[in-house]
């Protein structure tokens, strides 16, 4: 349920306050930008889990927190129409909220995840909690884009309200004997070293290292066009708030087929495998880029031009491309250091460091160019369109950094057996839970 209540924060309240409230773009990508911040503290939250105890509570209270943060920011965004200053307080804190709830929930159960499942199936189990995460994503912006139409700011109220509950009761559901009763943590037979020596420990690994860079930058790629799409396609396409987010519920569905698409090129088909990890990290940054340039065009011939599909296609490209980097980051997670130790929750919680960084710059750039270029070309589809125009640069750049990523890891097969990659964990209770809990 983690992107339930997400896409509503940093998707629809965007557009309101860009669209219905005239404020410049700037301030939801500073709101954005602040969230993913305070995700900067994930590695110490995986180190936390590293060094023992029950992952439930984080990862519940996670949630209790992000679904608080949600729909404060929701009432703060309302609260701007009136009070536009204790309006942006309250917006400031609440954002806030939803970061520190997406850091203790989201890194506590890629851990769990990574504790729970072997080696060879981590990525299989990542890409399945993915995909219901996509779900969530998709779902919850088709219905509350059905109900938040017409625009109330009442209505945007009870919506946010109601996926926050929803969130929090499905997930303490989804949990519920999950982890069992956990597992004592044995005495050290040496000292622990603390987070600082565990950081620097995983930095000095150069997979590690290597993959970091390559999350920063292909997520600072892929973040950028997040919050501009539904204000473009409010003022260019003229499109209403309930209107806009279904078109990101419409370019989340594709993302889920991009994903499924991946997983299914792990099957072997006439005794190969169709691609790599590397093959659909390079073609889906390539896809990516090239459904943007449609959107440069997209923005010199609106309204006739077909904003969905394009749309689809992007989502589409950004879900092959994530996949891959799911199945790299839990392949690369496992292992012990030089020195003998565990280290799944600092190595995952410093990639996910490394992508909330990529996601709070790209953010706070694209909102940032778009007000930029609106004042220095006054056409709205042109300004738009050359903000588009940078994004397909930086999926090419992307793209041609993840080719040069060398190592067997990002050459191996797509997936590590003949199934695709969700069929190792369907059937067990667990595994139902899991799902459940991954929206």
Same mark, same amino acid.
């Given at each position: 349920m983690?992107? #339930?209540?997400? @896409?509503?924060?940093?998707?629809?309240? =965007? &557009?309101?306050?860009?669209?219905?409230?005239? $404020?410049?773009?700037?301030?939801?990508?500073?709101?954005?930008?602040?969230?993913?911040a305070v995700q900067l503290s994930r590695p110490r939250m995986g180190y936390g889990s590293d060094v023992g105890g029950r992952r439930t509570p984080w990862i519940l209270g996670g949630i209790g927190v992000l679904a608080l943060g949600g729909f404060g920011a929701a009432v703060a965004?309302?609260?701007? =129409?009136? *009070?536009?200053?204790?309006g942006i307080a309250l917006a400031v804190f609440s954002f806030a909220l939803v970061g520190v709830g997406v850091s203790a929930g989201g890194t506590s159960l890629? @851990?769990?995840?990574?504790? /729970?499942?072997?080696?060879? &199936?981590?990525?299989? #189990?990542? *890409? $399945?909690?993915?995909?219901?995460?996509?779900?969530?994503?998709?779902?919850?912006?088709?219905?509350?884009? /059905?109900f938040l139409d017409p625009y109330t700011p009442v209505r945007l109220m009870a919506v946010s309200g109601t996926v926050s509950l929803v969130?929090?009761?499905?997930?303490?559901?989804?949990?519920?004997?999950?982890?069992?009763h956990g597992r004592s943590v044995p005495p050290a037979q040496k000292a622990r070293p603390d987070f600082a020596a565990a950081l620097r420990e995983v930095w000095r690994e150069p997979d590690a290292r290597r993959f970091t860079i390559f999350v920063f930058v292909s997520m600072l790629a892929y973040s950028t066009?997040?919050?501009?799409?539904?204000?473009?396609?409010? #003022?260019?396409?003229?499109?209403?708030?309930?209107?806009?987010?279904?078109?990101?519920?419409?370019?989340?569905g594709g993302t889920l087929m991009g994903m499924l698409l991946a997983a299914l090129a792990g099957r072997r088909v006439a005794g190969a495998r169709l691609g790599s990890l590397r093959a659909w990290t390079v073609g889906g940054c390539?896809?990516?880029?090239?459904?943007?340039?449609?959107?440069? @065009?997209?923005?010199?011939?609106a309204p006739n031009w077909p904003l969905r599909a394009n749309v689809f296609v992007l989502g589409v490209a950004n879900g092959a491309f994530s996949i891959a980097a799911i199945g790299s980051m839990m392949s690369l997670a496992g292992g012990a250091t030089a020195t003998g130790e565990a280290r799944e929750g600092t190595r995952m919680g410093l990639w996910? *460091? *490394?992508?909330?960084?990529?996601?709070a710059v790209g953010g706070l750039f694209g909102a940032a160019a778009s007000d930029v270029a609106r004042w220095l070309i006054g056409?709205?589809?042109?300004?738009?369109?050359a903000v588009f125009a940078l994004e397909a640069g930086m999926f090419v750049a992307a793209a041609m950094l993840a080719a040069r990523i060398g190592g067997p890891l990002l050459s191996a097969p797509a997936a590590p057996s003949s199934e695709p990659l969700a069929a190792p964990l369907v059937g067990t209770a667990d595994t139902q839970a899991l799902r459940a809990g991954g929206s």
């Open positions: 983690l992107g #339930a209540v997400v @896409v509503l924060t940093t998707s629809t309240l =965007n &557009r309101v306050m860009v669209v219905e409230l005239a $404020l410049p773009a700037l301030l939801p990508g500073l709101l954005v930008a602040l969230h993913y965004t309302t609260w701007m =129409n009136t *009070a536009r200053g204790p890629l @851990v769990l995840l990574a504790k /729970r499942v072997d080696a060879p &199936r981590r990525a299989s #189990a990542a *890409a $399945l909690v993915w995909v219901m995460m996509i779900v969530g994503f998709a779902v919850t912006a088709g219905l509350a884009g /059905r969130a929090v009761v499905v997930a303490a559901l989804a949990l519920w004997g999950l982890e069992g066009q997040d919050l501009i799409l539904e204000p473009f396609a409010g #003022a260019v396409f003229g499109f209403t708030p309930g209107a806009s987010t279904q078109l990101s519920g419409v370019q989340h390539i896809a990516s880029g090239l459904a943007l340039l449609g959107l440069v @065009v997209a923005g010199s011939m996910g *460091a *490394a992508q909330a960084i990529g996601f056409d709205m589809g042109t300004a738009y369109a």
